[in-house]
Each structure stands twice: as C-alpha cells, then as structure tokens.
C-alpha cells in the first residue's frame, strides 16, 4: 500500500442549531463524493447518517455518525472523515465529544434564522477546542433568506471575523447559484441529481460592483493575515495571485483569525460542491494542527505527540456506542503512531492491557474491516473489555493520558421500573449499556424508595432512552413523572471539631480534626480542600482520607440528601494515636463532622435554571410573557427578526418548565418556536424549598444506616 500523505486528509464535522440542514449537507457531500449512489432525505427519514429508528422518525439528529468519503480537488485525491452531529440541546454530549477529536469544522446556518441560540453553543464549543471553522449558509432558496445579513450576525453575535468567499446570485425562490470571489466566475446549478450540475459563465452586469467591492475585502482579510502579503497589497493590491489569498486565508482560517463564509441550498443541490472545494482549501489537516499536547503518567511531565506513523502509537476514545452484531464498538481518533488490528494497547486510565481485536473504518452505522490505522485517522475498534469515552490508549510501556473531555451533569430524572419480574435483569444490562454510551446519562438507585432513577439533559433525551430500552433492547417500563435534579450548598462558615473514637476490645478507632467547613470560592465545582495542619498533628499519610471522607459525604445534603454542589474545607488542626489511628478512621471522622457541622452553615437548595430563548409572532407575545411570568422567568430580553417575528430571552426553573413546548404550540396556535439551555443553580425560594425538603421525607443519617 502506498504511502498516505496526511497533508490530503481532512477530519471535519457539521455543527449548528437544530432545522439548519446539518443532515441534509452531509447526504449531499456523501453523494457528490460518490459514497452514495442516491439521495437520502431527513424528511423521507431515508438519511443515510440518521441510521436510527428514532432519528427516521423524528426527522433529527440523535448521534453523531461517522463516515469516511474521497473528494478530488486540483487534481489531488483527499480523504474526508466526515461526523455530522445533532443539533438538539438535550444531546450536546455528542457534539461535545466530535468536536473534541476535529481538525475542524463546518457550521452551517439556515439563511432565514441566521445564529440561534443552539448555533452559539456549538460555536463556543467548537472554540473550547481550538477548532477552525467555514461559514455554510444554508436554506438560502426560502423566503427570507440574506447571506450577508447572516455573515453579519455571525461578526456581531459570535465575534468571529467572518469573510465571504463567494455571493448568492439571486435569493429566496430566484437563488441561481454563486459568484466565486476569486476566480471571478459565477456558478449556475441546475436542481438536478447529476454529478456536475452546474456551469461556469461570466459574472451578470447589475453584480460586478458588489463582486468588486466583496473581492476587495477578500483580499484585504486574506493580506492581514500574512505580512508578506500585507506589503505586497500595500504596494499594488491587484499583483496578488489566486494561490497567495487561498495560502493566506488558510493560515487565517488555521490560526483562527478567519471565518471563510460560503452559502448555497443544500436541500436544492446548491453550493455544496464549491462547500467542499473550500474545505480542502482553508480547513486543516493533522499535520497542520501539529503535535498534541499529552502527560506522561509515569512522572506527570508534558510530552508532545508528532503526527508521524513512526512514532509510539496513542489515541483517544471519544465515544462507545453498542452494535447488536459486533457488541461494543469504540470509536478512535489516532493522533500518533501506528495500530494494527490484534495488537494490543495499554490503557492510560486503569494501566491495563487491552487487545483491539478488530478495526473498522465506519460508514454511519455500517462497518468496513481495516487492517491498520495510523496518525490522523478516526476508526472505531472491538475487542475492549474496560473502556470509557475520554480514556487515552497508548503503545504498551507507555502511559501517556490526553486531555479528556468535560460533560454537563443531568439536570433532569425519572423513575423507572420494568413492567414485568423478568425483565429485571434485562433492564439493567440495558441501562448499564446506555450509560455507556452517553456520559450524560446517568443511572442510580434510591435508597429510600428502591427505584431506578434515570438522569438525563432533557424531557426529549430521556424520551429516546425509553424507546431505546423498548424496542434495541426489548424492555417495557413503567416511568414515573419526571424530576428536577436539585442540590444543595451551604451559605455560613463554621469551625467544628470531630473526635470519632471506638474501642471493641483489640485495635480500636481513633481520629481528631479541627475543620472550618464554608462555602466554596466563587466558580468552584466541588470540593475546594486546604491542609493548614502544621507540625505533624494529623500525618500526612491521613490528610487525603480526611479530603476522601468530605468528598463522599458530599453526595448527599444536610437537606434533602441531594448532592452538595460545591464546599470549602480547612483543616486546621487535630490530633492522632500512635496504634489506633488509620486511613478509614480519618475518612469516617470527616464525614460525621460534614454530618454534624453543615446544618450549623444555613444550608439551602439549588435548582437548575434554563435559558430559555422563544421566537414568536408578535400577536402572541403577550400571552407567552405573562406565561413565563407565571413560571417564576425572568426576562433578559426582548429582540425583533428581520422577518418581524420576536424574540424573547428569559430564565426560567427547570421544575416549572415540564411540558412547555405543547402549552407553547397551545398559545400561539402552533407558530412559535423555543430553545432551552441549562444555564446555572439558582437557591429555590424558602416556601418551595420547605416544600421540597419535606416530599423527600430525607433523614439526616438516612443513607448511613
């Protein structure tokens, strides 16, 4: 096999707001590359990467699907691996995760929306990352539809420097084709299915001002980004060539100084040919990302990792899905080295062996056996026995860790039950397998009452968990009414001393600490712990059991028993015995002075508080207002559309939230539309609170017995 330069590979994704054509773009791009032979339509529920059932049904993206096509470009042939994600807020997991492991990234926009509330998520998500970008305005055959307003929305709302590359020629029903900026030559699409349908000609009379003035721009944006070529444009702006903007603008695009912007009608088979000639021109390969930065467990220094086939191999497992035929299958972005099916790797996390028995190249759901993978590739192994999404697999002898990935806590759950005696066992295998899958997924057992309870990031989310378990599965449950997922927090300091002693003839137990418990410094998730112990009173040995010891006892309030979202404790001082004293006496005697001293620091609960953005007509703005009004929102603002229709920005309680989209649909006749987002944990008003405290029936020392 011949060598494979990596400079002609792009590992890109498809990232926007829900109802943009992210699904849509990937079918045309995976048709003009010639990975199908026709098209597969989200409204048909024929998507070729929506395999789900639930996916075809619901017309959305529920996982992201990988696959890989082959685009020929100025005469190269590039390797295009493709992922095109959801746009639900309830699976930004997904996301989170693709774009974790991307060299970059295509975020579409509908012409008529423009930046929604879900597109501004991405987009910072994709910036977490480091993730350069191309603007793919879509849609732009519906009423309403402006590319340069869209373009300038992009400048105002995410801050990025958004350039166009090309502009529409005509729009709304009269949407032609496109200028291409450069070249200076306007494209013609016909609306049909063939390979090439388009034509080239000369751009029409009543554009050439705009054409000149938008190239002009171009090629400024492009200048700024290359001293070189800033001198050069200095001194006569037209001796630019076409190959010294595209350089430019791409290492604009890499460095993230740039947004190339480029628009077209995916559903209408337009632009999306010129869509994927731009990705092999601004977006990068992995040899320009560069090395990855990664530690070395073995002595915690940071090492970088060459994207060479020649170096150790290591890569990370950005996702675990289950497969009825080939059981659990782990997708792999390889970011160094060379791994060959049958081998075996070391895993970073738990320092075990894994054997990767086979490797797979996937197309959506389907998989191609591979030999081999090397630096760069995105492929997907069997064979794991202990694997999670985030761990870090390396060559054996090595034990190198990536930086992992970050998820939200569930902010949502349910109690469930199997409707039958048999089905006991099933339905825990299913949802072990679930939680798997989706790190924002969660499964607990409540002690008190004996239930199942499943967590989730939304009503929609777990509404797919459900039908997952009944039909993948073969699982019916019964579900109880959904649930807020509150916490708890305390808002006083306090110092208190713990003496645990226990003497039952033999070795006995024995720990003294002195801690001042408090809330936590503002931004801290968690438990914020300071060893100010001097001369040896508690030793040092002891000093993480009393930290372990605060950090279990935090998984359950004072209050209610909800998990305590974030506290501060000091450990001044203590004392120990030379023979009685252990590890397990330290931790016990740091959970009883959580027990003892929390009620004396004014506990309260939290409840997590949604951003809540509704776009509507404006005759039914003034029933949604009062509506949200009555659910305790709070309006942050209130904006208008070009179209005419308004915007209404509020936060609201999740717990007043449960089944808002149909009361929405009641109120406007079916015309609005809303996005929610977990936002922040807001304390819950005393009366509510009181409320909540007795319907858990919690004892303090519940969980302890």
Same mark, same amino acid.
């Given at each position: 096999?011949?060598?494979?330069?990596?400079?002609?590979?792009?590992?890109?994704?498809?990232?926007? =707001?829900?109802?943009?054509?992210?699904?849509?773009?990937?079918?045309? $791009?995976?048709?003009?590359?010639?990975?199908?032979h026709k098209i597969g339509e989200v409204h048909e529920g024929a998507a070729t990467m929506d395999w789900m059932v639930q996916e075809q049904e619901r017309g959305i993206t529920i996982t992201s699907a990988a696959t890989t096509a082959f685009w020929h470009y100025n005469g190269d042939t590039y390797q295009i691996n493709l992922i095109d994600t959801p746009g639900h807020v309830d699976f930004t997991v997904e996301v989170e995760r693709s774009l974790r492991v991307l060299d970059g990234t295509i975020a579409t926009f509908c012409a008529v929306g423009r930046?929604?509330?879900?597109?501004?998520?991405?987009?910072?998500?994709?910036?977490?990352?480091?993730?350069?970008? $191309?603007?793919?305005?879509?849609?732009?055959?519906?009423?309403?539809?402006?590319?340069?307003?869209?373009?300038?929305?992009?400048?105002?709302?995410?801050?990025?420097? @958004?350039?166009?590359?090309?502009?529409? $020629?005509?729009?709304?029903?009269?949407?032609?084709?496109?200028?291409?900026?450069?070249?200076?030559?306007?494209?013609?699409?016909?609306?049909?299915?063939?390979?090439?349908?388009?034509?080239?000609?000369?751009?029409?009379?009543e554009m050439q001002d705009a054409v000149a003035l938008w190239r002009d721009k171009l090629v400024e944006a492009a200048a700024e980004c290359d001293e070189t070529l800033m001198e050069k444009y200095f001194e006569d702006p037209d001796s630019l060539t076409e190959e010294e903007i595209i350089a430019a603008l791409r290492k604009g695009t890499i460095a993230m100084q740039i947004v190339p912007a480029c628009c077209g009608s995916s559903f209408k088979n337009k632009g999306v040919q010129f869509l994927l000639d731009a990705v092999m021109r601004y977006l990068p390969s992995p040899l320009d990302v560069g090395e990855t930065k990664a530690t070395n467990l073995a002595n915690d220094q940071e090492v970088r990792l060459p994207v060479s086939e020649t170096a150790p191999f290591c890569g990370l497992v950005f996702k675990i899905a289950t497969d009825p035929f080939v059981g659990r299958l782990a997708y792999i972005r390889v970011y160094s080295g060379h791994l060959d099916a049958g081998s075996y790797v070391l895993n970073a996390r738990s320092d075990k062996k894994e054997r990767v028995a086979r490797l797979y190249q996937m197309h959506s759901n389907h998989q191609n056996p591979i030999d081999f993978v090397e630096a760069g590739d995105i492929c997907a192994a069997?064979?794991?026995?202990?694997?999670?999404?985030?761990?870090?697999?390396?060559?054996?002898? /090595?034990?190198?860790?990536?930086?992992?990935?970050?998820?939200?806590?569930?902010?949502?759950?349910? @109690?469930?039950?199997?409707?039958?005696?048999?089905?006991?066992?099933?339905?825990?295998? @299913?949802?072990?397998?679930?939680?798997?899958?989706?790190p924002t997924f969660t499964v607990k057992s409540d002690n008190e009452t004996g239930q199942t309870v499943i967590s989730g990031m939304g009503e929609l989310h777990l509404d797919i968990i459900v039908d997952r378990l009944r039909r993948e599965f073969g699982v019916e449950i019964n579900q109880g009414a959904p649930q807020v997922n509150y916490k708890e927090t305390i808002t006083a300091s306090v110092q208190h001393r713990e003496v645990f002693k226990k003497q039952t003839g033999g070795r006995g137990k024995f720990a003294d600490i002195i801690v001042e418990i408090g809330p936590a410094d503002e931004g801290v998730i968690g438990l914020q712990f300071d060893n100010q112990v001097k001369g040896g009173n508690v030793p040092k040995e002891f000093v993480p059991s009393v930290q372990k010891g605060f950090e279990s006892a935090m998984a359950n309030g004072?209050?209610?028993?909800?998990?305590?979202?974030? #506290?501060?404790?000091? #450990? #001044?001082?203590?004392?120990? =015995?030379?023979?009685?004293?252990?590890?397990?006496?330290?931790?016990?005697? %740091?959970?009883?002075?959580?027990?003892? %001293?929390?009620?004396?620091?004014?506990?309260?609960?939290?409840?997590p508080i949604m951003s809540l953005e509704v776009v509507t007509p404006e005759d039914y703005m003034g029933d949604i207002?009062?509506?949200?009004?009555? /659910?305790?929102?709070?309006?942050?603002?209130?904006?208008?559309? %070009?179209?005419? @229709?308004?915007i209404v920005k509020a936060y609201v309680p999740l717990a007043e939230q449960f089944g808002y989209v149909t009361v929405l649909r009641t109120l406007s006749s079916g015309r609005a539309t809303s996005t929610m987002t977990f936002d922040h944990y807001a304390q819950v008003p005393p009366a509510m609170a009181k409320d909540i405290v007795e319907k858990s029936g919690y004892r303090l020392g519940d969980e302890e017995e």
């Amino acid at each position: 096999m011949a060598k494979r330069d990596l400079s002609y590979t792009r590992n890109i994704g498809i990232m926007a =707001h829900i109802d943009a054509g992210k699904t849509t773009t990937s079918e045309r $791009i995976l048709y003009y590359t010639g990975k199908t032979h026709k098209i597969g339509e989200v409204h048909e529920g024929a998507a070729t990467m929506d395999w789900m059932v639930q996916e075809q049904e619901r017309g959305i993206t529920i996982t992201s699907a990988a696959t890989t096509a082959f685009w020929h470009y100025n005469g190269d042939t590039y390797q295009i691996n493709l992922i095109d994600t959801p746009g639900h807020v309830d699976f930004t997991v997904e996301v989170e995760r693709s774009l974790r492991v991307l060299d970059g990234t295509i975020a579409t926009f509908c012409a008529v929306g423009r930046v929604q509330p879900q597109s501004e998520t991405v987009w910072r998500q994709a910036d977490k990352y480091g993730v350069p970008k $191309i603007a793919y305005v879509n849609k732009m055959d519906r009423v309403g539809a402006d590319f340069l307003a869209c373009v300038e929305e992009i400048k105002a709302k995410l801050g990025a420097n @958004a350039v166009p590359i090309c502009l529409p $020629i005509g729009a709304e029903e009269k949407f032609q084709g496109i200028v291409d900026l450069l070249s200076r030559k306007a494209i013609y699409y016909t609306s049909d299915e063939e390979l090439v349908n388009y034509v080239c000609k000369p751009v029409p009379d009543e554009m050439q001002d705009a054409v000149a003035l938008w190239r002009d721009k171009l090629v400024e944006a492009a200048a700024e980004c290359d001293e070189t070529l800033m001198e050069k444009y200095f001194e006569d702006p037209d001796s630019l060539t076409e190959e010294e903007i595209i350089a430019a603008l791409r290492k604009g695009t890499i460095a993230m100084q740039i947004v190339p912007a480029c628009c077209g009608s995916s559903f209408k088979n337009k632009g999306v040919q010129f869509l994927l000639d731009a990705v092999m021109r601004y977006l990068p390969s992995p040899l320009d990302v560069g090395e990855t930065k990664a530690t070395n467990l073995a002595n915690d220094q940071e090492v970088r990792l060459p994207v060479s086939e020649t170096a150790p191999f290591c890569g990370l497992v950005f996702k675990i899905a289950t497969d009825p035929f080939v059981g659990r299958l782990a997708y792999i972005r390889v970011y160094s080295g060379h791994l060959d099916a049958g081998s075996y790797v070391l895993n970073a996390r738990s320092d075990k062996k894994e054997r990767v028995a086979r490797l797979y190249q996937m197309h959506s759901n389907h998989q191609n056996p591979i030999d081999f993978v090397e630096a760069g590739d995105i492929c997907a192994a069997v064979g794991f026995k202990d694997l999670r999404t985030g761990d870090t697999i390396c060559a054996e002898g /090595r034990r190198y860790s990536l930086e992992s990935m970050e998820f939200p806590d569930p902010v949502i759950g349910i @109690a469930v039950e199997p409707k039958t005696q048999k089905d006991l066992d099933k339905l825990g295998v @299913a949802l072990s397998k679930l939680a798997e899958e989706d790190p924002t997924f969660t499964v607990k057992s409540d002690n008190e009452t004996g239930q199942t309870v499943i967590s989730g990031m939304g009503e929609l989310h777990l509404d797919i968990i459900v039908d997952r378990l009944r039909r993948e599965f073969g699982v019916e449950i019964n579900q109880g009414a959904p649930q807020v997922n509150y916490k708890e927090t305390i808002t006083a300091s306090v110092q208190h001393r713990e003496v645990f002693k226990k003497q039952t003839g033999g070795r006995g137990k024995f720990a003294d600490i002195i801690v001042e418990i408090g809330p936590a410094d503002e931004g801290v998730i968690g438990l914020q712990f300071d060893n100010q112990v001097k001369g040896g009173n508690v030793p040092k040995e002891f000093v993480p059991s009393v930290q372990k010891g605060f950090e279990s006892a935090m998984a359950n309030g004072v209050l209610a028993g909800y998990e305590v979202q974030s #506290l501060k404790v000091t #450990l #001044l001082d203590g004392s120990y =015995h030379p023979v009685d004293s252990d590890q397990l006496s330290f931790e016990l005697a %740091a959970r009883m002075a959580f027990r003892h %001293a929390c009620p004396k620091c004014k506990p309260v609960i939290l409840e997590p508080i949604m951003s809540l953005e509704v776009v509507t007509p404006e005759d039914y703005m003034g029933d949604i207002v009062g509506d949200l009004n009555r /659910r305790r929102g709070q309006i942050v603002a209130m904006d208008s559309t %070009a179209n005419g @229709a308004r915007i209404v920005k509020a936060y609201v309680p999740l717990a007043e939230q449960f089944g808002y989209v149909t009361v929405l649909r009641t109120l406007s006749s079916g015309r609005a539309t809303s996005t929610m987002t977990f936002d922040h944990y807001a304390q819950v008003p005393p009366a509510m609170a009181k409320d909540i405290v007795e319907k858990s029936g919690y004892r303090l020392g519940d969980e302890e017995e």
